[in-house]
């Protein structure tokens, strides 16, 4: 299987994928936000002055591993949807450092997150901004094989 699996003839790679991956990244951020919360006492309550770094550096790590050992965040492997590169591989540490870089400048800048959010929703593959950039895109896991 490659990655230039047509979404016109082969639809079940990328059948409601930006709908999973809009679930997948709210159990994501429930996630860290749990962990980041759990942190904070740990840290004789001190995260709380610097909260939105503590979230932004366990958020960071946590994508960057998960997607690095499972080419998906646990958010994604509960929607069964994985990360894929251009060949149909799965993304290895430096392809999830890059994907999480771009993930992370589109938030930083707005109109890349809205962007990136049209293209997802617009794009017959799903695909994000950095996903365009990158010549990667979110596919169905049974579909995948």
């Known amino acids: ?3 230039s699996a047509d979404p016109l003839t082969d639809p079940k790679f990328y059948r409601d994928v930006t709908a999973k991956r809009f679930l997948a990244w709210i159990v994501d951020m429930l996630l860290v936000s749990l962990l980041a919360v759990i942190i904070v006492p740990f840290t004789a309550f001190t995260a709380l002055f610097f909260f939105p770094v503590l979230f932004a550096t366990l ?6 591993i998960t997607i ?3 080419s998906a965040t646990l958010g994604m492997r509960l929607c069964a949807i994985e990360l894929r590169d ?5 993304l290895d540490l430096g392809q ?3 994907h999480t870089v771009g993930y992370y400048v589109s938030w930083a800048i707005f109109p890349l997150q809205l962007l990136s959010v049209i293209f997802m ?3 017959a593959r799903g695909q994000s901004l950095t996903d365009i950039a990158l ?11």
């Open 121 to 123: 929703c617009a794009s």
């Open 68 to 70: 690095t050992g499972g």
């Open 1 to 3: 299987m490659t990655y």
């Open 59 to 64: 958020d960071f790590a946590y994508r960057v």
């Open 96 to 98: 999830a450092l890059i």
């Open 86 to 90: 251009s060949t149909g591989a799965r």
């Open 135 to 145: 010549g990667t895109a979110a596919m169905n896991r049974r579909a995948l094989g």
